[in-house]
């Protein structure tokens, strides 16, 4: 590319403005515009799902939807959605561990691959009795409890792994779920939480739903959370991130569904390792 030509004309450069006081007043060189003073910046009201929902579903709340998803879960969840990225992590060791948290243990899925690959003690909870009702079938935890994730009753730094998959779009505040497992965790213990990735949400407009015994979609009540927001409660809560991946949209969830064929590449789930 040639050289540009240099300037032997036009306009001068205008002085840039003086500004200084006397006597307390503002004073600037004559003609010149006194900037605005930089104002510190306000606070921006961050999106909600609503404002990237697509299907306007009708919504359940999560104990209500999970009870009536439970017969048919197993069918629709995939183990490429989760337990996958569970498989590419590089910590925690899972032989290593003595004893687990499940926060959201839905139907065992999660804790029937660890018991594959760990010996721990599994304790699990969720908010739906329905889905209880198949992780007690399943037999791979401990204890089985009905109740909240953010807020479980369960003994305070006793875990060296607490894990939770697919349930914190259902949560409208993460700081309350990032404290509960802060304080289960055991001192050198871990936080393994796999979500679905906050671009997915977005570019689909697709809330979690199932379908009901009448064929009507439902969707199931669910809160959009932006990496930002997991990392802002992660470090408010005292938990550092360790490791996060992600799984794209690839060909073989095109084939299973096509309809998703313009989503090639786009993010689908993450998981993060908090320490």
């Excluded at 306000?42 to 998803?69: E, L």
């Excluded at 994730?149 to 505040?173: C, K, M, N, Q, W």
């Amino acid at each position: 590319m040639p050289d540009a030509p240099a300037r032997t004309g036009g306009p001068a450069r205008q002085p840039a403005p003086y500004i200084g006081s006397v006597d307390g007043e503002v004073v600037r060189a004559p003609g010149i515009p006194l900037r605005e003073p930089r104002r510190a910046p306000q606070d921006v009201a961050m999106p909600t799902f609503a404002d990237f929902d697509r299907r306007h579903y009708r919504t359940v709340d999560v104990a209500t939807g999970y009870d009536g998803w439970a017969p048919t879960y197993e069918r629709t969840v995939l183990d490429d959605m989760d337990l996958a990225l569970l498989d590419r992590l590089r910590r925690p060791v899972w032989p290593e561990l003595r004893r687990v948290a499940d926060l959201g243990c839905g139907t065992g899925r999660t804790a029937a691959w660890l018991r594959e690959r760990s010996t721990a003690r599994i304790d699990g909870i969720d908010l739906s009795e329905g889905m209880l009702v198949h992780a007690r079938e399943r037999g791979a935890h401990a204890e089985l409890t009905h109740g909240d994730v953010r807020a479980t009753g369960f003994p305070g730094a006793t875990y060296d792994l607490v894990i939770s998959s697919l349930i914190d779009e259902h949560l409208p505040d993460l700081a309350p779920f990032y404290a509960e497992a802060r304080r289960l965790a055991a001192p050198g213990g871990a936080f393994v939480l796999v979500s679905y990735h906050p671009q997915f949400m977005m570019v689909t407009g697709m809330p979690t739903h199932y379908t009901g015994p009448d064929g009507e979609p439902l969707a199931i009540s669910t809160h959009l959370h932006t990496v930002g927001d997991h990392v802002t409660a992660g470090i408010a809560a005292g938990w550092q991130l360790a490791e996060l991946i992600e799984s794209s949209i690839d060909d073989a969830w095109i084939a299973a569904k096509p309809k998703w064929a313009e989503l090639r590449g786009h993010p689908f789930t993450m998981a993060s390792v908090w320490v």
